[in-house]
């Protein structure tokens, strides 16, 4: 009896076992015939609803550092996504340099002003004619300014291979609202109220934003005019020594002479507000080269970004500003001058002579003064540029 109750026991677990092992077998050829075309469909469907969902400089419902890469920002074609390219013709169907350079260039509130759209016509028309890379163009700007600019690049092209990619201008600083804002306190004024612009502190933090496989970009003004090839400007980035994040020329004028006259006249001997090539001179922001990948690894940078301490340096050195992103990298120059590359001043070569007729006459030429050809001229505060 006892004989018979085991083999009937045995018998079936041996069924039992049999049958989950084809059913397992059944669902294993299941998942591996279906598993590929389930996850491509899938793939599909989030790949399109993130793009539909995305907005530049907003976060997506799916993470908050969700941002587009550099060749998704170009390709785009979704309507949602505030971004636009446009293809420069391409001479011979080929260009002199393998090379493609990014440049951010900040045009906004164009629509009523003639003469912004005349200076940014001037910078991009000579920037394209002595040009031999292929260039993409960042335009930060509202839709009009975009607009208008996307128009000047077309009739200015020459026969430069470029891109052309809109970035709308609220979401970023909406984006950079915290930092921005606190800036503004200690950069800013109501006699210079054009300065105290958002957009003139965008590039103190544009690399919190700024697609993470683009990586170096040069930052320009719209008030310039170029008399060489941008690659050789492009190059100084290979000049930065490990320290160094941000190239930024010298400021040409005595601004920072006068707005750190307080702490000056109590530190005689100090090397802030002196000229080049010993003192601290002071920068301006009109070309400038960010090593974005530098910029983001950067613990002292970003560290130098808190409102606390942006607060202790100013009033260590009893200042002032008034002229946006500049006033932030001149300050920190003052204990970190390792962070910046000084930019030869033949590549931004200011004009404006304001200073020299305002105070300081004896000492303007020993900031004014720049020798050599000069690369790119920078007619500073309405100052025109020679022909």
Known sequence: MTF????????????????????????????????????????????????KNF??????????????????LVSS????????FHYGEVKNNSISSPEEIDILITFTNA???????????????SLFKYSSVSITIYIIGDKDSQL????????ERHAS?????????????????????EMQKYFSDSQHSYYGQSLFFLSIAIHKVLPLDLHKVIMLDSDLKFNADVKYLHELFSHFSIDNIIGIAHEAQPVYRHTFSSYRSQNPGTRVGEPSPDGLTGFNSGVLLLDLDRMRKSTLYNSLLNPNIVKNLTEKYQFKGHLG????????SLDYEKLFYVLPCSWNRQLCVWWRDNGYKEVFDSYFKCEGK???YHGNCNTPIPD
């Open 4 to 51: 018979k109750f085991c083999k009937c026991l045995s018998s079936k677990v041996v069924q039992i076992i049999i049958s989950v092992c084809v059913l397992c077998w059944i669902v294993f050829l299941y998942r591996w015939t279906n598993t590929t075309s389930f996850t491509k469909i899938n793939k599909q469907i989030y790949s399109a609803e993130s793009k």
């Open 55 to 72: 907005k530049f400089g907003e976060n997506t419902e799916h993470g908050s550092n969700s941002r587009l890469n550099k060749a998704e």
């Open 77 to 84: 074609e979704e309507k949602q996504v505030p971004i636009s």
């Open 111 to 125: 629509k009523t002003k003639h003469d912004l759209q005349t200076k940014f016509k001037n910078t991009v028309s």
């Open 148 to 155: 208008i600019a996307e128009n000047i690049l077309k009739e």
């Open 161 to 181: 291979v470029y891109k052309m990619v809109k970035l709308d201008i609220d979401p970023l600083i909406k984006k950079l609202d915290d930092i921005v804002k």
């Open 325 to 332: 992103d500049q006033d932030f990298f001149t300050l920190l």
């Open 374 to 376: 000069i690369n790119i």
